[in-house]
């Protein structure tokens, strides 16, 4: 009996030690949770340093008429200017509404039905708006005597160009826009290849020969110089003007054919603002120039009359296309 109960006391005695040696080796053990190393990178993924800054959730714009507390990446966008639209169109943003009277050609898919009619240019739809309830309106200087009813539907940021620096304006509207639809790395390759054109551009138009800007509206014909709504072709293009004196007026200085024979430009850059827009008395910008006066002319000679595309230089102009390709028709003139 002793003997029996000898044998069942080391038969418990080693079932504990061996579940004690079982504890310690599961207890020795590392799990994955619990190496330094594991540990170390969870805190340095959960550090500050390491978490990727949130985008601001609303932007404060400064333009000519006031400034604007927008939220970022607004989803009801209203625009009154092309030159706005065509850098939202690069950038991909989408836009709700547009006046749809006047769209220039080369963004002519915005007449599509799915987007609302805002008006004009001059004369916003404020009930189509109300109802709208947009989170931002772009306008141009064509909207300007709208700003004050427009600024009450939703903020309202005017986006014209400066003509006394041009290339510098155009710049800072794309910028704004990159900020508030954070497409700021997407504006600055923009930027970048603008300039880059512009600077091959520079390097030929300088010495190019005297150049002569003019409109043609119904038969008449208005100069524009240094400064003015076309200034950029000698401003950033860098193309010698025939006259210095010409006004910076937006509407340009009113001249005649004589004119032009007597100033006998190199180059002679036309923008037909009667191709855009429909009227009585329209006349095509061909016929209003090229008659027997300027055919005298250095330009006419040497097949430098240039005729730019107005939905791009009365229209459009101020966006991330339409610049690119208003350097690339002025480039015309050099090859």
Not at 110 to 139: M, Q, R, S, W
Not at 264 to 290: C, M, Q, Y
Not at 291 to 305: E, M, R, Y
Request: charged share 20%.
């Amino acid at each position: 009996m002793k003997k029996s109960l000898s044998l069942i006391l080391m038969s418990v005695m080693m079932i504990a030690v061996l579940a004690a040696c079982g504890s310690n080796n599961n207890e020795g053990a590392a799990s994955p949770s619990a190496s330094p190393s594991a540990s170390a990178s969870a805190s340095e993924s959960a550090s500050p340093s390491a978490t990727t800054p949130a985008a601001p959730a609303e932007v404060t714009i400064t333009h000519p008429l006031g400034t604007a507390t927008v939220k970022t990446n607004p989803e009801k966008v209203v625009v009154f200017d092309f030159g706005t639209l065509d850098t939202l169109n690069k950038l991909g943003v989408e836009v709700a509404a547009l006046p749809k009277a006047s769209i220039p050609s080369n963004l002519s898919q915005f007449g599509d039905a799915k987007y609302e009619d805002a008006g004009t240019l001059f004369e916003p739809d404020f009930e189509k708006l109300n109802k709208l309830k947009p989170d931002v309106i772009f306008i141009s200087g064509r909207t300007a005597e709208a700003y004050e009813e427009l600024n009450k539907i939703a903020p309202t940021i005017q986006m014209s160009i400066d003509y006394s620096k041009y290339a510098e304006s155009f710049a800072a509207n794309a910028e704004t826009i990159g900020k508030i639809f954070n497409k700021e790395a997407e504006v600055a390759a923009e930027l970048a290849a603008f300039n880059a054109s512009v600077e091959e551009l520079k390097g030929k138009a300088s010495t190019a020969g005297k150049a002569l800007i003019v409109l043609t509206s119904g038969g008449k014909i208005s100069a524009y110089g240094k400064g003015s709504r076309f200034g950029s072709i000698h401003d950033t293009y860098g193309f010698v003007p025939v006259d210095e004196s010409i006004k910076p007026d937006t509407h340009g200085d009113k001249i005649s054919n004589e004119y032009i024979a007597e100033k006998n430009p190199d180059i002679l850059f036309v923008v037909d603002r009667d191709a855009v827009v429909s009227g009585e008395g329209t006349v095509p910008a061909k016929e209003v120039i090229e008659n027997d006066l300027v055919k005298k002319t250095n330009a006419f000679k040497n097949g430098k009359i240039i005729y730019l595309d107005a939905n791009y230089w009365y229209l459009s102009g101020g966006g991330l296309q339409t610049e690119l390709e208003m350097v690339k028709e002025a480039a015309q003139a050099v090859q």
